[in-house]
């Protein structure tokens, strides 16, 4: 329950008022959580859209939903794709993009991905099929969670010290297994075999985006796996207009 709270508090805004015990282990083992607390985010947007569906135009509804994905993520994952994008399109080396990374100020890269990530995602959601719009709605966040649980397992972290290197160190096999179970369960549940191509194909995307920043910095930061999260949910989403 520690590790489910732990990871709860860390990628979303919904509240924790009990005491944790923030040891390494525990965070590091938190991230097995991560699909779950995706599918949670994915429950109450649904029932967002499932209060304001049948009275709000189309285009307003889908600014309701966007701001939704955005406050009950409290935004975190918005904050590591501009770091992400402000070191590896602005920085000459694998330290000064980590450098500026690390740096608390947003640059121009940073403000021109989340601007250009909010308005794909926007129409995006706006284009969703509505006969299967609450089960996508789940789906998404669940499954970029699951994503940067991937990118956590398969690739090396970047820097010799960090956050993100509890969650390196503490996240094993098993955690690994358990969360894509639940999300293999997920998505079968909602979409039965198109679940499963979906599933695969957000799995590959992950290995080439993971691929791309390690290449650059010779593996992944705390930052990257926010950014890995933004893209996939753009991805996911696009993916089921192409289906439906």
């Given at each position: 329950m520690n590790s489910f709270l732990i990871a709860l508090q860390f990628i979303s805004s919904i509240p924790v008022k009990k005491k944790l015990n923030y040891s390494e282990k525990k965070i590091g083992q938190s991230m097995l959580f991560y699909p779950l607390i995706g599918t949670l985010i994915?429950?109450?947007?649904?029932?967002?859209?499932?209060?304001?569906?049948?009275f709000l135009p189309s285009m307003l509804k889908s600014s309701?939903?966007?701001i939704s994905f955005v406050l009950i993520s409290g935004g975190l994952h918005l904050d590591g794709l501009a770091d992400s994008f402000d070191g590896l399109f602005g920085g000459k080396n694998k330290e000064n993009m980590l450098k500026i990374m690390a740096d608390s100020y947003i640059g121009v890269y940073g403000v021109i991905v989340i601007v250009l990530i909010l308005l794909t995602k926007f129409i995006l959601i706006d284009n969703l099929p509505i006969v299967h719009l609450n089960y996508i709605l789940i789906l998404v966040p669940?499954?970029?969670?699951?994503s940067m649980t991937v990118a956590l397992y398969l690739f090396p972290y970047a820097k010799k010290e960090g956050f993100g290197k509890a969650f390196k160190l503490y996240f094993k096999k098993r955690q690994f297994v358990v969360a894509t179970i639940w999300v293999l369960l997920v998505s079968i549940s909602l979409f039965l075999l198109k679940g499963l191509l979906v599933l695969a194909i957000s799995f590959l995307v992950t290995i080439l985006i993971?691929?791309?920043?390690?290449?650059?910095?010779?593996?992944?930061?705390?930052d990257n796996y926010g950014a890995i999260n933004e893209l996939m949910e753009i991805t996911i989403m696009f993916l089921f207009i192409l289906i439906y």
């Amino acid at each position: 329950m520690n590790s489910f709270l732990i990871a709860l508090q860390f990628i979303s805004s919904i509240p924790v008022k009990k005491k944790l015990n923030y040891s390494e282990k525990k965070i590091g083992q938190s991230m097995l959580f991560y699909p779950l607390i995706g599918t949670l985010i994915g429950l109450l947007i649904c029932c967002i859209n499932i209060i304001i569906g049948n009275f709000l135009p189309s285009m307003l509804k889908s600014s309701i939903l966007l701001i939704s994905f955005v406050l009950i993520s409290g935004g975190l994952h918005l904050d590591g794709l501009a770091d992400s994008f402000d070191g590896l399109f602005g920085g000459k080396n694998k330290e000064n993009m980590l450098k500026i990374m690390a740096d608390s100020y947003i640059g121009v890269y940073g403000v021109i991905v989340i601007v250009l990530i909010l308005l794909t995602k926007f129409i995006l959601i706006d284009n969703l099929p509505i006969v299967h719009l609450n089960y996508i709605l789940i789906l998404v966040p669940t499954i970029s969670r699951w994503s940067m649980t991937v990118a956590l397992y398969l690739f090396p972290y970047a820097k010799k010290e960090g956050f993100g290197k509890a969650f390196k160190l503490y996240f094993k096999k098993r955690q690994f297994v358990v969360a894509t179970i639940w999300v293999l369960l997920v998505s079968i549940s909602l979409f039965l075999l198109k679940g499963l191509l979906v599933l695969a194909i957000s799995f590959l995307v992950t290995i080439l985006i993971a691929k791309y920043i390690t290449k650059k910095l010779g593996g992944l930061t705390g930052d990257n796996y926010g950014a890995i999260n933004e893209l996939m949910e753009i991805t996911i989403m696009f993916l089921f207009i192409l289906i439906y």
